[in-house]
T-cell receptor, first 114, second 112 residues
């Protein structure tokens, strides 16, 4: 399909492990966002890319979180030394820059840290 | 932290009834959007209303916006079981045009 895809859909990690979550945005979308959604809550902004430039990373909760989008398309969110409080659904969204700001979301990756 | 809150937190109705959800936010905005999230799925964009608009319609959806009260409402008419989902409002806040700030969501259950 032509939508945003994310992989893996589910990830179980032991505390202290590193994880990498992948996002494939809609082709041609300039903007890419990562959000974190805790159980029963609304999504919370983590970081934003415009092409390959990370313009806003104010939502990243700690320096254990790192995101990249080296070629302005696929993005990876990496969490080092995972903690139990990192357990959440990680959502990726993309949008055409300057067009109504409608963001198209992927299905998310559900991360469980044991 | 969340931008605001949605009310009610949960709503249970019968098919055919109307469902109204309210959203309050904290800062000035350029636009407000409503999203739906089905269990186990990503967020689906429903409708966007700009800060200079007061009401907008899309099919069975009607959204109102009162910037003086920093509030919005989403009305779903003639609800269907397939409307069962969580509904979130999202604003672009006052930090720019890109980042979305979501409310806490309303969980809607429509029974056949």
């Amino acid at each position: 399909g032509a939508g945003v895809s994310q992989s893996p859909r589910y990830k179980v990690a032991k505390r202290g492990q590193d994880v990498a979550l992948r996002c494939d945005p809609i082709s041609g979308h300039v903007s890419l966002f990562w959000y974190q959604q805790a159980l029963g809550q609304g999504p919370e902004f983590l970081t934003y890319f415009q092409n390959e430039a990370q313009l806003d990373k104010s939502g990243l909760p700690s320096d254990r979180f790192f995101a990249e989008r080296p070629e302005g398309s696929v993005s990876t969110l990496k969490i080092q030394r995972t903690q139990q409080e990192d357990s959440a659904v990680y959502l990726c969204a993309s949008s055409l820059r300057g067009v109504n700001n409608e963001q198209f979301f992927g299905p998310g990756t559900r991360l469980t840290v044991l | 932290s969340q931008q605001g809150e949605e009310d009610p937190q949960a709503l249970s109705i019968q098919e055919g009834e109307n469902a109204t959800m309210n959203c309050s936010y904290k800062t000035s905005i350029n636009n407000l959007q409503w999203y739906r999230q089905n269990s186990g799925r990503g967020l689906v964009h429903l409708i966007l209303i700009r800060s200079n608009e007061r009401e907008k319609h899309s099919g069975r959806l009607r959204v109102t916006l009162d910037t003086s009260k920093k509030s919005s409402s989403l009305l779903i008419t003639a609800s269907r079981a397939a409307d069962t989902a969580s509904y979130f409002c999202a604003t672009d806040g006052d930090t720019g045009f890109q980042k979305l700030v979501f409310g806490t969501g309303t969980r809607l259950l429509v029974s056949p």
